[in-house]
């Protein structure tokens, strides 16, 4: 088992969807938790962090659930730009090695 | 203001070939990654820094070799290429946090270096 897996996806959505990515995490002394865009042969791009008490940005929504070990990305009102690959990264403590990212889940919004 | 800048952006190498890819940053972050991604995969961590001088391995370290002589460059070299090592890589430096955690202490990455061994 992956110690970070994702929704295999791809998701072909339309215009104004709502989305939803899920990510679990085997190792429950995780700490940190992002998720990250990724385009098209582009470098990783820092979309949010995932706090404790769930945050949003925009029509961006994160939330973590400690007890069932995953994290979401809720995507409201989706837009043709939100096409890309989302990446789940889990930090698992103050040693910079312990991170792993998932394999992505693809989004594609069409008109 | 820079950030991460790799070079090269593509390289062909042949068999047997080596080559030092260089990663620098402004950011004046203490930690320092090299990541490869093949296709339809996630990042995978193949060695780290947590400061000049000091290097580690990450989960893929077999075939490369790291060096960390200034806190602004981190280099990934390979001695030996072969065919398996043909992959996109990524640079990335991030910082601690006021705990000295990663808490909230995201990466930031270079453009990537395009290597393809044949």
Redo the contacts between chains.
């Keep these: 088992r992956k110690e970070?897996e994702q929704d295999p996806g791809p998701f072909n959505v339309p215009e104004g969807a709502t989305v939803a990515f899920n990510c679990t995490y085997s190792n429950s002394a995780s700490?940190?938790f992002?998720w990250?865009r990724q385009d098209c042969?582009?470098?990783?791009?820092?979309l949010m962090?995932v706090y404790s008490s769930g945050n949003e940005d925009g029509r961006f929504t994160a939330q973590l659930n400690r007890a069932s070990q995953y994290i979401s990305l809720l995507i409201r009102d989706s837009k043709l730009s939100d096409s890309a690959t989302y990446?789940c990264?889990v930090?698992g403590?103050?040693n910079?090695?312990k991170?792993t990212?998932?394999?992505?889940t693809t989004l594609t919004v069409k008109p | 203001n820079a950030g991460v800048t790799q070079t090269p952006k593509f390289r062909v190498l042949k068999t047997g070939q080596s080559m030092t890819l260089l990663c620098a940053q402004d950011m004046n972050h203490e930690?320092m990654?090299w990541?490869r991604q093949d296709p339809?995969?996630?990042?995978?961590?193949i060695h780290?820094?947590?400061g000049e001088g000091t290097t580690?391995?990450?989960e893929v370290p077999d075939g490369y070799n790291v060096s960390r002589l200034k806190k602004q460059n981190f280099l990934l070299g390979l001695e030996s290429a072969a065919p398996s090592q043909t992959s996109?890589y990524?640079c990335a430096s991030?910082y601690?946090s006021a705990t000295?955690?990663?808490?909230?202490?995201?990466?930031?990455?270079?453009?990537?270096t395009r290597l393809t061994v044949t």
């Design positions: 970070v700490q940190s992002f990250y042969r582009k470098e990783p791009k820092l962090s990446l990264v930090w403590g103050t910079a090695g991170s990212f998932g394999d992505g | 930690y990654y990541y339809g995969m996630g990042l995978r961590l780290y820094s947590v580690a391995k990450g996109v990524f991030s601690p000295g955690g990663f808490e909230n202490s995201p990466l930031h990455f270079g453009n990537g």
